[in-house]
């Protein structure tokens, strides 16, 4: 008699812990795995670039709880202000000097201004998937569960139909090997019941409108996502984390190498009961017993 599946003892991964795991197994290890054994927290790693996407993907986030005849009634750039003195200022943001903070803080808001300015399908009706987490199994017999957060379902009334919108808060265009539409796509078909009719990438920095991306096969994405979750699973089985540059290390492995080894400075506990911790500037150097800065 086959048994059935248990959410508690499933291998859980999303785009993130996909996307570390094929960087650096070691990476996903330490980012995904590994607890503190003096707090049993996990850890992360603090960087301005960090801060940035997730200020603004949180306010965006909270917009698409919001009717559409109110979302833009809002104080959109009055909330961001308060979610940045409270979340990511100074160390907790992984800012070294206020000059560096005060340019990350004015590039967010350049981008929720630019969403008011030119709203564009944010000022039509948002689909919110029902749960904090979205999640479904991606393979009962593996006992593995794919999840992860959508950024923006827009309805499209005369299919019934919805538009995946991802924000990006960097410069840099995705990868086009990346496994992140493949892998939002089964989400969205899995997780709700209306197809999912296109998807797009907004580049808030760069551009006023979403980018459209070619919708991935879902089949195709299915065989792709699982074969990368069976290895994370047998990674976490056989507890064979290795860094691809063996004991080198990588550049996806070693900052985060660094916490354990106690070269970091712990700023904070996040909402999460993660450890974050934020590393030295480079410049910062010791020399004797004075500290060059």
């Excluded at 003096?38 to 801060?51: D, E, F, S, V, Y």
């Excluded at 991935?216 to 064979?240: F, G, I, N, S, T």
């Excluded at 999460?272 to 030295?280: C, E, G, K, S």
Aim: aromatic share 8%; glycine share 6%.
């Amino acid at each position: 008699m086959t048994s059935m599946p248990d959410k508690f003892t499933a291998v859980w991964v999303s785009h993130s812990s996909i996307s570390d795991f094929l960087k650096c197994p070691r990476a996903y290890y330490l980012n995904h795995v590994y607890k503190d054994p003096a707090t049993g927290h996990k850890i992360q790693l603090m960087a301005p670039a960090l801060a940035l996407g997730g200020a603004v993907h949180e306010i965006v986030e909270a917009l698409s709880k919001i009717p559409t005849v109110d979302r833009f009634k809002t104080p959109i750039l009055e909330k961001f202000r308060t979610l940045w003195q409270r979340k990511y200022t100074g160390k907790q943001g992984g800012f070294s000097s206020p000059e560096q903070e005060q340019l990350y803080f004015q590039r967010g808001e350049e981008m929720l201004r630019r969403l008011i300015d030119h709203p564009g399908p944010l000022a039509n009706k948002a689909v919110k998937i029902q749960g904090d987490l979205p999640q479904y199994w991606l393979s009962e017999e593996e006992n593995i569960i794919l999840c992860g957060k959508i950024d923006w379902l827009e309805y499209l009334p005369d299919q019934d139909a919805v538009h995946i919108i991802d924000f990006k808060t960097s410069k840099a265009e995705e990868n086009g090997e990346s496994l992140q539409l493949p892998i939002y796509h089964l989400l969205v078909k899995n997780t709700q019941h209306r197809h999912v009719a296109k998807a797009s990438y907004w580049y808030l920095e760069l551009n006023d409108e979403p980018t459209a991306k070619e919708l991935p096969d879902l089949e195709e994405a299915h065989e792709q996502v699982l074969a990368v979750a069976k290895k994370m699973k047998l990674a976490r089985k056989l507890d064979h984390f290795k860094c691809p540059h063996g004991d080198e290390g990588c550049y996806a492995c070693l900052p985060l190498e660094r916490i354990i080894k106690g070269e970091a400075e712990k700023v904070g506990v996040s909402e999460f009961r993660q450890d974050i911790y934020i590393l030295p500037r480079p410049a910062d150097t010791v020399s004797g017993e004075a500290i060059i800065l």
